[in-house]
């Protein structure tokens, strides 16, 4: 049951019949929304990185990988944490690992999540771990591809 003032007056509404039903189911509905399938919603400022146990906090940066022998999900504040955290799994190369990553260029109440994989980076931005790479929908000016920041970073160790 959702617990959220609004949508308790609203459900209550729609009980007493003051509130057209698809109205309601729209405003009122407890489902999460904005979260790719197969997503767990971070909370923000709450849910610890899997990988150094910091608070992730920097939308920008936030990352989620759900993989593993029981298709467990992992949150991380940082996609450095994502690459030290995969290489030292047995199935960290899988390719039935989902991973996504947040788009740097969202806005932190409308969150975009992209591929990891797919993503294009730009180095010299101040995320969390310092590993200081956000990720982009789209090529930047001196982006770098997945493989070619993983291999920075794997070299730069950390």
């Not at 740097?104 to 010299?124: C, E, F, N, T």
């Not at 200081?132 to 920075?152: I, K, T, V």
């Amino acid at each position: 049951m959702c617990s959220h003032p609004r949508r308790r007056f609203l459900t209550g509404l729609a009980s007493s019949g003051l509130l057209l039903t698809p109205l309601a189911a729209l405003l009122a509905g407890c489902g999460k929304s904005g979260w790719p399938d197969g997503m767990t919603e971070i909370k923000w400022d709450r849910d610890t990185c899997t990988r150094c146990r910091m608070a992730i906090s920097d939308r920008r940066f936030a990352a989620e990988v759900r993989g593993g022998p029981k298709d467990q999900v992992f949150k991380f504040d940082d996609i450095g944490c994502v690459i030290f955290w995969l290489k030292e799994q047995a199935w960290g190369d899988d390719a039935a690992v989902r991973l996504w990553v947040a788009d740097a260029s969202s806005k932190p109440d409308q969150l975009l999540w992209i591929d990891p994989r797919q993503a294009h980076y730009v180095g010299g931005k101040t995320s969390p771990m310092g590993y200081n790479f956000a990720a982009y929908p789209q090529p930047q000016a001196n982006s770098l591809g997945f493989e070619e920041m993983r291999q920075q970073l794997l070299r730069r160790g950390k």
